[in-house]
T-cell receptor, first 111, second 116 residues
């Protein structure tokens, strides 16, 4: 079993839809949770960064962490074609240590 | 803020060549830098972690003599792929984090390496 599981998709939605992206994990020691967006042939760009459980909102993006269920989510409201990319969840044990990445979900937002 | 620059973005070279990739943090001091490898439609696989002024820590299965990492300053780390072969062709990405508490990793735009 992988430490972090993420559905690779692809996920296709119409413009304006609400997108829900999820990851599950097996190691309860994870404390830091991140979502990165990666466009083709580019490096990952940090979208959201959360410590421990709870919600965090930034514009059209909302990240949720449920440590009791070992489940994290990223919601994108009013999705735009420019949101089309691969979304990677990542988790860490401590603030300085290495990250464990999910496989990434490929999202396509159709105009 | 938190800009990481990686150079070159694309390299094509002959088998047996050694290739150096640079990773720079432009607007912060990076106490730790990470090097990843990514295959098409797959996630990032950590190769090694480097802390400024000390030897890199390699992940299991990564040949340290093949992938030489130097982190000589707080803004620069280099990865040298020595005697590269076609199987080393991949997308290599670096990331950097600052010294302050709870700093996340910020990534460069990657280097696409093709060995003929």
């Amino acid at each position: 079993q992988k430490e972090v599981e993420q559905d690779p998709g692809p996920l296709s939605v119409p413009e304006g839809a609400i997108v829900s992206l999820n990851c599950t994990y097996s190691n309860s020691a994870f404390q830091y949770f991140m979502w990165y967006r990666q466009y083709s042939r580019k490096g990952p760009e940090l979208l959201m960064y959360t410590y421990s459980s709870g919600n965090k909102e930034d514009g059209r993006f909302t990240a949720q962490v449920d440590k009791s269920s070992k489940y994290i989510s990223l919601f994108i409201r009013d999705s735009q074609p420019s949101d089309s990319a691969t979304y990677l969840c990542a988790m860490g044990y401590n603030q300085g240590g290495k990250l464990i990445f999910g496989q990434g979900t490929e999202l396509s937002v159709k105009p | 803020g938190a800009v990481v620059s990686q150079h070159p973005s694309r390299v094509i070279c002959k088998s047996g060549t050694s290739v150096k990739i640079e990773c720079r943090s432009l607007d912060f001091q990076a106490t730790t830098m990470f090097w990843y490898r990514q295959f098409p439609k797959q996630s990032l696989m950590l190769m090694a972690t480097s802390n400024e002024g000390s030897k890199a820590t390699y992940e299991q299965g990564v040949e340290k003599d093949k992938f030489l990492i130097n982190h000589a300053s707080l803004t620069l780390s280099t990865l040298t792929v020595t005697s590269a072969h076609p199987e080393d062709s991949s997308f290599y990405i670096c990331s950097a984090r600052g010294r302050q508490f709870n700093q996340p990793q910020h990534f460069g735009d990657g280097t696409r390496l093709s060995i003929l």
